[in-house]
């Protein structure tokens, strides 16, 4: 396996039986993701993109083919692997200090260590004052970034972010991009996130996964092609504009075909 690969998915299909039928989620997927590279997986709801969020973080097996990360088959979560869901999964009882710390802990990381670990990446994410905080005393975005401190302080390999935003109003959701960024430039990782939204997406990857539906297949990538150092301006560039034109192009075309093939049946 090179070097520079991080996660390698060969001829993966899922399927799931709901007692009556068997529904393939799935078919055929094959793709490698680089060491510290940003990937969107984007698609229309029911394409299978959480699904294979899932699998990579070792929540779900696959039904055929493999998954490895760092050259090992993937077997079940690991602390290799961090990941952040649009549900806020803070735990409601510890404050925001003792939720970051929490992975820490499990590891045994010495007591020191932990203190200056989630100082960092408080720091890192907004939130210094805010130790002593439970998360009903916070809004959305700051839960987020607590969600992304903790999954950060254990310094896994990567980062799955399943619509980490997708419950965060249009300002907040803009704000959350941009320090998530940042802080990936801080502490390099290996980022798979899965949405819906295609500005969302060209803003934060460096490549877009573009999945079609029934049953769920990666329709094309895109490389995007923008400098790194991305700001709420470069929205309005010609270029991120041209990306988004393309990629609806591709979803709306997917859409069609559907529609195509449901009238035929």
Known sequence: MEKNIMYRIKGVTKCYDNGKK?????????LEIRKNEFIAILGASG?????????LAGFLEPTTGNIFVGGQRIEGPGPDRGMVFQAYTLFPWLNVYK?????????KVPAKEREATVKQYLKDVGLEGFEAAYPKELSGGMK???????????????????????A???QTRGHMQELTL????????TVVMVTHDIEEAVFMADRIV?????????REIVDVNLPRDRDFYIKSDPRFLQY????????????QEHEEKEMDA
């Not at 068997?22 to 094959?30: D, F, H, R, V």
């Open 182 to 189: 940042e802080v990936w430039r801080k502490h390099p990782k």
């Open 210 to 218: 573009v999945m079609k539906s029934h049953p769920g297949a990666i």
């Open 144 to 166: 987020q970034r607590v969600a992304i401190a903790r999954a950060l302080a254990t310094n896994p390999d990567s980062l799955l972010l399943d619509e980490p935003f997708g």
């Open 22 to 30: 068997k529904i393939q989620a799935l078919q055929e997927i094959n």
């Open 168 to 170: 965060l109003d249009a």
């Open 99 to 107: 939720n970051v710390e929490y992975g820490l802990k499990e590891l």
């Open 244 to 255: 988004k034109r393309d990629i609806l192009g591709m979803i709306y075309e997917e859409m």
């Open 47 to 55: 394409c299978g993109k959480s699904t294979l969020l899932r699998m």
